[in-house]
């Protein structure tokens, strides 16, 4: 909850139309579509849509009051809910959370990296609440919106929040975003050539990340992929200590003897203060054991046992990105559509290729801001394609050239097919899925493959009322 005054206080608004400021308002949201009678709406400006536009929505959805931008206040005069008007909504929105924030003696936990973000956030708020209140940004929510919206659910019954930070628009912006959430643990996952051609270098990408573990204060922590490099080097810019986890011999969260057990889960030797423990996991894909020891470090930090740690990995939230739902003709797909880049889909394809099946098939869309790397990234992917898959799918252009490079690398050209029409590649999926196959659909957030996921999902069954 927070009251009207709080909101006029944080944002700098000016109040329009006669309500008490002890008014209190639910949660702040900035999408209509998830409006809740007495929630605060923000009217954000876009770079596609004007919230302002939306206001109604929200009113019909019950909002108990809106902030809207000095420009656009005229056309709400009169509304029977109180409007906070503001110079800038995401400036407004950005200065109330700084200031909700600061209201609080909350531990905060930055994330940010090229690939795994959301995974990490999810698997760390999952181990954090094993003994801590704890709040996290929502969805892959890391832009300033996101993190303003993430720090106003704290409570006074918080301990920790957990933010998601950055999405490699600019230099400046995962620091931006430190000062807002103010972080004394920050997380670096990887770097990677996500974002490569919006950054233009994967050294800039780096630049990039190594702002959180430099913002972070001298009692803080650094967490650090132990087995990136460009990660590992970020140490020498941290003003406080720094734990790496990963399976180098130096990290102090390491792990030994990983094994994939395909949708079983994973299962590795954790040594951690001089203990060895047999550890088995409920995540998918041998890559996520790196998701596993970075929450696992977190909660170290945080003074957390293994024993306490452990039941957090069962959260069925932690696993984000790769989904398994029963397909049509008793097929099962492996839905894996959240985002696509070179690394994230060799590892797809790493677990596809350990899962028994009868047929292993992977659809794959374009994969985006892969800059000067899109050639080489598309078919790198294609090549271990080739040896892994019995029939491969690939939706538009760039993905062309996946399916180009796998049938160069020995895949047979008949069990090959590229297109650029949707519905086209979607008919000849429901023609040729069998009981027992596994199928894979990977690519680029903008592709929408999770509309294919939903055609070839198997109808949902319909309980009947008693």
């Known amino acids: 909850m927070i009251s009207l005054r709080d909101v006029l206080d944080g944002s700098a608004g000016v109040l329009r139309g006669s309500s008490s400021t002890d008014l209190l308002l639910r949660h702040v949201r900035h ?6 009678p007495g929630d605060l709406f923000v009217a954000v400006v876009g770079e596609q849509r004007d919230g302002h536009d939306f206001v109604a929505d929200a009113l019909a959805r019950g909002a108990g009051a809106v902030m809207v931008d000095r420009h656009h206040a005229p056309r709400f005069e ?7 008007v503001v110079e800038d909504t995401v400036a407004g929105l950005r200065r109330l959370a700084s200031y909700w924030r600061s209201l609080f003696d909350v531990r905060a936990i930055g994330i940010t990296g090229s690939i795994g973000k959301t995974s990490t956030k999810e698997a760390v708020a999952a181990v954090a ?3 801590y209140a704890v709040v996290r940004t929502r969805r892959s ?8 919206l993430g720090l106003l659910e704290i409570s006074p019954d918080t301990d920790v929040v957990v933010l998601e930070l950055g999405e490699a628009y600019r230099l400046n912006e995962v620091r931006e975003l430190c000062e807002l959430g103010r972080p004394s643990i920050g997380v670096v996952t990887n770097v990677s050539y996500s974002h490569l051609g919006r950054m233009g270098s994967i050294e800039a990408i780096a630049e990039s990340i190594a702002e959180l573990p430099e913002s972070l204060p001298e009692d803080g922590v650094a967490v650090l992929n132990g087995d990136d490099f460009r990660v590992r080097a970020m140490a ?6 720094v734990v790496f986890y990963g399976l180098a011999h130096d990290c102090a969260v390491r792990a030994q003897s990983v094994e994939s057990h395909g949708l079983a889960g994973i299962a590795f030797d954790l040594l951690l203060e001089g203990q060895r423990s047999r550890v088995r996991l409920p995540l998918l894909g041998r890559h996520s054991v790196h998701t596993a020891l970075a929450a696992i470090a977190v909660g170290h930090v945080l003074g957390m046992t293994l024993d306490e740690m452990l039941p957090g990995f069962s959260d069925p939230t932690v696993q984000v990105r790769l989904l398994t739902v029963p397909g049509i003709n008793g097929s099962t797909i492996l839905d894996d559509t959240y985002n696509a880049n070179p690394t994230s889909c060799l590892a797809a394809l ?12 992977a659809v794959f869309g374009d994969m985006y801001e892969l800059g000067w790397y899109e050639d080489e990234g598309h078919r790198l992917v294609g090549r271990r394609a080739a040896a892994v898959v019995d029939l491969l799918f690939t939706l538009g252009p760039r993905a062309r050239m996946i399916a180009e490079e796998a049938v160069s690398a020995g895949l047979p050209a008949v069990a090959v097919i590229a297109t650029e029409d949707r519905r086209e590649l979607i008919e000849f999926l429901r023609e040729m899925l069998e009981p027992g196959d596994f199928v894979l659909v990977k690519g680029a957030r903008g592709m929408r493959m999770e509309e294919i996921v939903e055609a070839l999902r198997a109808p949902r069954q319909v309980e009947e009322k008693q």
Do not use: F, M
């Open 236 to 241: 020498e810019r941290c003003r406080c200590p």
């Open 78 to 84: 009169g509304l029977s809910v109180p409007v906070v």
């Open 31 to 36: 999408d209509s579509r998830e409006v809740e």
């Open 350 to 361: 790493a677990l596809l290729a350990e899962i028994p099946a009868k047929r292993h098939i």
């Open 129 to 131: 609440s094993q003994r």
């Open 141 to 148: 929510y890391n832009t300033d919106i996101g993190v303003s």
